[in-house]
């Protein structure tokens, strides 16, 4: 059923070679659900989406680099904004289809199909199924925020759609939010329980996580005129609902120091003995220029106590002559979030700007814990005297609100590349620089995979056409300005 499923999406001549051996024994009925226990899947799944979120192995994720947070020390070409030559795009859109839609969307089913018994009640079952959809959304969210249109009404309908036509974007945001609005009240105990790697079944943290993953949502398609009133009442109804109120709420999943349960950074860096990466001197100038506190825990120090200079963004980089990243960054155990306090203190922040909920009075006061929250989850100190610095402090800073709200969710999705990337892209702050060696502007997009050109061509041209051209410029519907 994997292998039908692959060549619906038309990505299977990249991956086929890679998954089918690992993945024989799905290849059989989906529907019976004594053959891949939900449980099994649903934890797959799982790391598969933090796995990919947060390496930062350039053959599937470059996204600190999209964000400019680091920047590549021997080979720059995915620093420059080459895709296509490791073929990234197509590592990114084949991994969140295969090894976290496809296998959500094979544990939903046998969870359905599984009888309710004294011991699997229709509670426990209900449960699954809306923990299964809040990560569904996330992926699918993930997607449309990266490419635009895509596959989604007949991606996994093999059975009528060998080759799937691509969603209008707008209509599949919509369609999500309508999925969290029943999955959310659907959680009433804790479901998955110990096979969940991020909360371990908690209700009320996955109703916590489906809340803020709403408001994120929210704040994302604000500007869309089309959306406003769906954007607005997803704002207000998870604001209400409940969101993320301190670090421990996080949506994280811990790593061990043995594998294969490492942090895939330490895989990529350490374990592989590589030394590709120094903080890019677009980050470390802006934290200079604010003598910010948390470069002693984002950085190294390896030129000297206090001393910090990034690597030109874009152009070979000595890894001994500039700055190196911070130890947390190579801890093998070091917990990975699909989405955190911090994050979500500055979109309430937002909302209170926009009066969508509260008044911009209420602003500074999520500001500053947003603020906070990036400090006391990097262990860093001085946030007191750093929130009165009159370049940080929300009354005094220069720029408008969505200048300082900007900037200060860029710094602390440090780590965090696509949040990072999403940050600018949604703020339009701060200023980046452009690529030294190709001197390419800033991609707002990841352009289709490679593999959909040649073999979903008729839908992969009208979705291209639909967008606006499959370039790497071309701004996804909800990126106004």
Not at 96 to 124: G, H, W
Not at 219 to 225: F, K
């Amino acid at each position: 059923m994997k292998k039908i499923i692959l060549t619906a999406l038309s990505i299977f001549t990249l991956v086929s070679c890679q998954t089918n051996d690992a993945y024989e024994d799905l290849n059989r009925d989906p529907k019976n659900p004594t053959q891949v226990d939900a449980s099994f899947l649903f934890t797959s799944a799982t790391k598969s989406l933090v796995d990919q979120m947060t390496s930062t192995n350039v053959n599937t994720n470059i996204f600190r680099m999209l964000g400019q947070h680091w920047t590549e020390t021997t080979y720059v070409d995915e620093a420059n904004y080459d895709f296509n030559t490791r073929n990234i795009t197509n590592a990114h859109w084949s991994e969140m289809y295969r090894d976290v839609i496809l296998d959500l969307a094979t544990a939903k089913e046998n969870t359905e199909a599984t009888p309710v018994t004294a011991s699997f009640t229709q509670e426990t079952k209900d449960t699954r199924k809306a923990q299964i959809e809040i990560l569904s959304v996330y992926a699918w969210a993930n997607l449309v925020e990266t490419f635009g249109d895509v596959p989604y009404s007949q991606a996994l309908d093999p059975g009528k759609y060998v080759l799937p036509v691509y969603d209008d974007a707008a209509t599949v945001y919509a369609d999500l939010f309508t999925r969290l609005n029943a999955a959310i009240p659907a959680i009433t105990n804790d479901g998955f329980g110990s096979a969940d790697p991020i909360y371990g079944g908690t209700a009320s943290a996955w109703k916590k996580f489906g809340n803020s993953l709403k408001l994120r949502m929210g704040i994302r398609v604000i500007d869309v005129a089309a959306m406003s009133t769906t954007a607005r009442a997803a704002i207000t109804t998870a604001i209400s609902g409940g969101v993320f109120t301190s670090n421990a709420d996080n949506a994280s999943m811990a790593y061990s120091n043995a594998s294969p349960n490492t942090n895939p950074v330490w895989v990529d860096l350490v374990q592989s003995g590589r030394s590709d990466f120094v903080a890019a001197n677009t980050l470390v100038d802006f934290m200079n220029n604010l003598a910010d506190p948390r470069r002693e825990v984002f950085f190294k120090q390896n030129l000297g106590a206090g001393v910090y200079k990034g690597g030109t963004y874009g152009a070979v980089s000595s890894f001994t002559t500039n700055t190196q990243l911070g130890d947390k960054v190579y801890d093998p155990t070091n917990p990975a979030s699909l989405i955190d306090y911090a994050e979500v203190s500055f979109y309430l922040a937002d909302a209170a700007e926009r009066s969508i909920s509260g008044t911009p009075a209420l602003a500074a006061g999520f500001y500053n814990n947003g603020v906070t929250a990036s400090f006391d989850d990097w262990g860093a100190t001085g946030v007191i005297a750093y929130l009165a610095n009159p370049n940080v402090n929300y009354l005094t800073a220069p720029g408008s609100w969505k200048v300082k709200i900007g900037n200060q969710l860029w710094l602390a999705m440090h780590n965090r590349g696509y949040e990072a990337w999403t940050a600018w892209r949604t703020y339009d702050m701060p200023g980046f620089n452009l690529p030294a060696v190709s001197g390419l502007p800033v991609p707002t997009r990841y352009t289709y995979p490679i593999s959909e050109q040649n073999l979903n061509k008729t839908n992969y041209t009208a979705a291209s056409t639909a967008i606006g051209g499959d370039k790497q410029t071309t701004k996804v519907f909800w990126d106004k300005f």
